[in-house]
Structure formats: C-alpha cells, structure tokens
C-alpha cells in the first residue's frame, strides 16, 4: 500500500513537471512566433518602403521629363493664344503650333471646335536666341541690352540663353558648345574677341568665315545664325569721354576724390598714350589696358559691374565701332519691334 502511495506521488509529480515544461515550451513557441510576426512585419514594411520609394523614384526619373516638356508645351501654346487679337466667328478645326520645346520644333496639335482668332495657319514661336560669349561681362551688357533698353533699340521681347564659354576665346570646340540649344533655340549669336583668339595674324574676317561656316555645318539655319568679332574687346564699346564714366570713378574713386573733376581728362589722355594712342575712329589701340590704367590711376578695380553700369547709363546712339553696329543691327533684323525686317534704330 505503502509503494502504491509513492509510486502515485512519483507519477503525479512526474506528471506536473511534464505538465510544465509543456507550459514553458509552449511559452516559448508563443514567444517565438510572435517574435518571428513581428519580425515579419517589419520585414515586410521595410520591402513595402523601398519598393514604393523606388517605383516613385522609377516614375519621377522616367516620367517627369516628359510630363515637363508636355506642360511646356502646352503653356506657351496657351501663351501665344491669349496674345493673339480677337476675331469673332473664326473656327479652327486643325492648327499647327512650332514651338522650341518641341523635340523636333515642328509638332502638331489638333485643336477640335476651338474658336480661334485670325486666319492663323501656323503659330510660329522661334523667338529664341542662343549666345555665346568669352567672359563675365558680356552677359550683363547683353542681359541690360535686351531686357532694359530694347525700347530705344525698338526691339521686341525676346527670349535667350547666355553661354559662357570656359575657355574664353582659345577654345577650339566651341561651336560643340551651342549644340544643346539647337532644339530650344531658332537664332544663335557667337561672340568673339579678337585680341587673344589665336586669329591675329589670319585676320578678323577669316575668322568670321570659318567660324559661321562652323555653324551652319552644325545644323544652324544661316539666315539665322551670326558670329560677332569684337575688336580687340569689349572695352573698344566704352567712350571713355563719357560724363558717366566720370562718374562712376568719382563715386568710387580712392584716390583723388576730391580731385576727379579736375585731373580725369588729363588721366584719360595719359591712358590711352600709354597704350598705342588712338584708332582712326578715335578710339584707343589697346581699351582694355587704357581702362584698367585709368581705373588705377583713382583707386579703382575692374569689375564686371562697371560695364553693366556704363551700359545702363550710356546712350546708343552714336557708337561707330563696327562690332556694336552689327551686334545692333542684327538684333534689329531678327526681332523688330513691328515684326518688319527694316532697322527701326539707325546706329550712325
């Protein structure tokens, strides 16, 4: 009876410890598959993340472009139609629509039941200049010229991309340079100093040549293509008797200030003799040492701002160097105020 009683003992505790090494494993397992789900879940919203970061990564790098260029397109469409005179009664069923962020410049849009103005048969937008200059201070003359005093030149809006070549007039590729504007740009304008182009003893004209022959065999319409020699630089524009040059040294002179007045013609004179003398159209052999001499002679740095000022200030009529002629004219003959072809500013 006795052993009947220990072995019941035996069995029953037997029985409980098995009962809760049952528990604590199945503790365990809970605690593992729990774990192992939560790990899961993170796994899965970590995949869930990166694979929606890269399809929106995918769609942006993909899609964006084109849905840019589409919204281009579609805004200077819109554009040129609110700039157009009404005309009652006109329906378009078909128009045809150039513009220069079409990827190939002649792209057609049907505009179905659209009340349209004028006997339009093609809306042309190649307003579009490409330029091309050696240095820094080419582009605020330009930029002044053609935002700020287009009105006196009577020159209509335009619009323009300013290149600025790295190499400034020593660079070999440089029609490769303009390449990229050829399908946003209808006109191009390549600037040039003749002093340090390499071309001294060819001749301007030679280098002229050979570089708007550069140009048209790039793909550049000739009608719409100029290249610009500016002899020597684009100091031969300043007029250096001018009552603004003047002063812009009085008000930034260091030295003499009190003095300017008086001493800046004799300063002027003593420059340009420095330097060569005079041209024959009475402009100084070497401009930009006479200016760089003279700005010295007061205290004064060169800088680009001086150039942007002077142009802001000085008159354009008047100027009879060759390279501000044709930079004028040309621009008049490309985009006149009155949409005509004659020059509405006579540059004498």
């Known amino acids: 009876m006795e052993r009947r009683c220990h072995r019941g003992i035996y ?24 774990l192992r789900s939560q790990k899961t879940e993170f796994i899965r919203k970590q995949l869930r993340r990166f694979f929606s970061r890269s399809i929106l990564y995918m769609m942006v790098k993909c899609w964006w472009p084109l849905i840019h260029r589409f919204s281009s397109d579609c805004v200077s469409r819109i554009t040129c139609f609110v700039s157009l005179r009404p005309n009652k009664g006109r ?17 057609v849009f049907h505009l179905l039941g659209c009340m349209l103005p004028g006997s339009l048969a093609s809306i042309n937008m190649e307003a579009k200049i490409a330029i091309l200059v050696p240095d820094g201070a080419y582009p605020l003359v330009i930029e002044k010229i053609l935002r700020e005093r287009r009105a006196s030149l009577r020159l209509r809006a335009v619009d323009y991309e300013i290149v600025k070549d790295a190499f400034r007039d020593s660079s070999k590729e440089v029609v490769d340079l303009l390449r990229p504007y050829q399908r946003s740009c209808s006109h191009v304008l390549l600037v040039r100093d003749f002093h340090g182009s390499g071309w001294e003893d060819r001749g301007k004209a030679n280098l002229e040549k050979y570089l708007h022959n550069e140009l048209i065999e790039s793909g550049w319409e000739e009608a719409k293509s100029c290249v610009l020699i500016v002899d020597p630089e684009i100091e031969a524009w300043i007029r250096f ?25 004799s300063a002027v004179e003593s ?43 000085e008159s354009l009529h008047g100027c009879k160097v060759e390279s501000f002629l044709q930079f004028i004219q040309t621009l008049q003959r490309w985009f006149p105020l009155n949409n005509g072809g004659e020059y509405l500013f006579a540059c004498e």
């Open 241 to 265: 008797e001018s009552t603004h040059l003047q002063a812009l040294v009085r008000e930034r002179a260091r030295k003499c200030k009190d003095r300017v007045d008086l001493f800046f013609p």
């Open 91 to 107: 329906r378009m069923s078909l128009m045809e629509v150039n513009t220069p962020n079409s990827r190939t410049g002649k792209r």
């Open 11 to 34: 069995q029953t505790a037997h029985c409980g410890c098995l009962l809760l090494l049952c528990c604590h494993i199945s503790k365990r397992i809970v605690q593992f598959s729990l």
């Open 271 to 313: 420059a340009i003799d420095s330097f060569g003398g005079r041209n024959e159209l009475g402009k100084p052999k070497h401009p930009k040492e006479a200016l760089e001499t003279l700005l010295k002679e007061f205290g004064i740095q060169r800088s680009n701002s001086i150039y942007e000022r002077l142009v802001e200030k």
